[in-house]
């Protein structure tokens, strides 16, 4: 339940910040856009992993049942249990892995985004600096 209630005031947070709640009023529709986006590939992926480590801890406390009953045949039980934990841990690996991927494709186009800008506004500014000086 905690971890689920840092993830939902993160998500507030960031709503507030970035959906109109705050920060500054001057950005740029695509750059809120972005924004959005690297929210929902973040919440996606921490909501996978979060996910995976619950059912983990319900195994681990299965395990930790079964261990204390030290009835044999809960105590061969472990070994399949053990083996889905660790197979969930790899799974976890796998969505930080792919979360950080997708994350740091956001940051990138987003970086294009405003170089393109950037360089699109400079361009203009020295068209229209130039077109001053021919007009004086």
Same mark, same amino acid.
């Given at each position: ?28 529709? +695509?750059? +809120? ?14 909501? +996978? ?6 059912? @983990? ?16 045949? @809960? ?21 930080? =892995? ?25 361009? +203009? ?10 007009? =004086?």
């Amino acid at each position: 339940m905690g971890d689920n209630f840092r993830l939902e005031a993160a998500a507030n947070l960031w709503n507030h910040r970035f959906n109109g709640g705050g920060g500054d009023d001057d950005k740029g529709e +695509e750059e +809120e856009y972005c924004d959005v986006e690297a929210w929902e590939i973040l919440s996606k992926g921490f909501k +996978e992993v979060q996910t995976v480590l619950n059912h @983990n801890r319900l195994l681990i406390q299965q395990v930790n049942e079964n261990h204390q009953s030290k009835i044999p045949d @809960n105590l061969a039980k472990n070994v399949d249990l053990i083996k889905e934990i660790n197979g969930n841990i790899s799974k976890v690996i796998g969505l930080y =892995s792919n979360l950080s991927t997708n994350f740091s494709s956001v940051v990138r186009q987003r970086q294009v985004i405003a170089s393109a800008v950037g360089k699109n506004i400079s361009e +203009e500014n020295d068209s229209n600096k130039a077109l001053e000086d021919v007009e =004086s």
